[in-house]
């Protein structure tokens, strides 16, 4: 299974920017979907996730501006940013765990898209 992740793009601060992240094919039994980003020289930082069945979680810094979204029957995971900063220039990964069982998952990631916030 390959994710294809795309959206990013140089915007001014304060601006709207969607990412998309699709799957090559259905993944059966999700266990959570999820946007990471990684900033020049921080670590990788989760960003958003939706746990099956439902709940959410943002980091604080994102919350009210970031929106995560899934479309199961479009195989795509979606990620609304606005309000958008220069501290969210990032490389943005997304990933989906699958539960393998027996409380154990699988993640598969992709390959990241270039946000870049100008002030």
């Known amino acids: 299974v390959q994710l294809q992740a795309c959206g990013g793009g140089l915007v001014q601060a304060g601006g709207s920017l969607n990412l998309s992240c699709v799957a090559s094919e259905r993944i059966f039994t999700i266990a959570a979907v999820a946007w990471h980003r990684q900033a020049p020289g921080k670590q990788r930082e989760l960003v958003a996730r939706?746990?099956?069945?439902?709940?959410?979680f943002y980091a604080d810094s994102v919350k009210g501006r970031f929106t995560i979204s899934r479309d199961s029957a479009k195989n795509t995971v979606y990620l609304q940013m606005s309000s958008l900063e220069p501290e969210d220039t990032a490389v943005y990964y997304c990933n989906i765990a699958q539960s393998r069982g027996w409380g154990a998952t699988y993640d598969y990631w992709g390959q990241g898209t270039l946000v870049t916030v100008s002030s």
């Open positions: 939706i746990r099956s069945p439902g709940t959410t």
